[in-house]
């Protein structure tokens, strides 16, 4: 994206969420320490980015963006122990919020304490890995509905991550719909549609399962289920700005709406394209800017303004929000 295009796409993402009284808001990114105590990881993050995702250059660099606040997604590099997760909230409490991730191998009355424990110091979402629940009774096992329940009545947003796509995990999925009405749940990244979703695979490299895009959008009959339009390099087979992913925004705003929609960069993975470095690699402030550069049918000004920060405000509580309403 050319610096003079990229500038003034950031300038109409700021003006326009401005004049909506909407903040930009970023719904996935992911912070990590240097690796030494009191913070140490319990999986090294990928080489390059080992310096890259400390919570002080995150605020630095996405402020510069225009960007007022941030939603932190536990990293699985920290796993469990969200010790580093909270030094960043307890840093910026007005500019992030944090996700907790869920241990599936817990009982269903020790998961239901750590969600408590994770309420008790004001995280506002817990992530449930589908693939981790696999190994332990599926993402409808004894703790998952335990836990999705808990959120509900606590008032914190589930975040499902199907990391190998969303289709084997779809029945368990229903049934925790089914069971637990008032909670609100978030498909991470477009719901998982194009696999493998490592990032960065261009052209037939991967596969976008259409069958499970339709499942991804009959999901909207549910109220309480809103998509992350995220991680936009793992979804997309072109380079940026991503415009064959304009279509399915389209799609999803038709279904959901963008009151239900909800953008996210997945920092700092964006940075360099995926699991691996790719070609489609972005400075953060590219990555801010990418869904200014789409034409899609209801993705008016309103509408982008949602999409890029009015909805995760509302549903992750951002101060930001309740000063705009």
Not at 79 to 93: C, E, G, I
Not at 121 to 133: D, Q
């Amino acid at each position: 994206l050319a610096a003079c295009a990229l500038a003034g796409r950031l300038q109409r993402t700021v003006s326009m969420t401005a004049a909506a009284s909407l903040p930009v808001i970023d719904s996935a990114v992911h912070v990590w320490s240097d690796g030494f105590p009191p913070y140490p990881w319990a999986v090294a993050p990928p080489p390059e980015l080992s310096d890259a995702a400390n919570y002080d250059k995150l605020h630095a660099t996405a402020s510069a963006a225009g960007v007022a606040g941030a939603l932190i997604v536990q990293p699985i590099n920290h796993k469990y122990d969200h010790s580093y997760t909270d030094a960043a909230l307890r840093a910026f409490p007005d500019f992030y919020k944090g996700m907790g991730l869920l241990d599936p191998s817990l009982s269903p009355v020790a998961a239901v304490a750590a969600i408590d424990d994770l309420h008790t110091r004001g995280y506002v979402g817990v992530r449930f890995n589908a693939g981790a629940f696999s190994e332990h009774g599926g993402i409808d096992s004894p703790t998952s509905r335990a836990a999705y329940a808990r959120c509900g009545q606590l008032g914190m947003v589930v975040g499902l991550m199907a990391f190998g796509g969303l289709r084997p995990h779809l029945p368990g999925l229903m049934a925790l719909i089914s069971a637990s009405p008032p909670t609100s749940l978030v498909l991470d990244h477009l719901g998982f549609f194009r696999q493998p979703a490592t990032g960065g695979l261009l052209g037939d490299a991967a596969r976008n399962d259409e069958t499970a895009w339709r499942e991804i959008l009959a999901l909207s009959s549910h109220p309480q289920v809103h998509v992350k339009v995220s991680a936009l390099f793992r979804a997309s087979a072109e380079a940026p700005p991503f415009s064959d992913l304009a279509p399915r925004v389209e799609a999803l705003l038709a279904a959901y709406g963008a009151e239900r929609l909800l953008w996210g960069s997945d920092f700092p993975y964006c940075i360099r394209g995926g699991q691996a470095p790719t070609s489609v690699a972005q400075a953060y402030d590219q990555a801010v800017a990418v869904p200014t550069f789409w034409r899609a049918a209801g993705l008016d000004e309103p509408a982008l303004a949602m999409l890029m920060g009015g909805t995760a405000a509302r549903l992750f509580k951002f101060a930001a929000c309740k000063a705009s309403s």
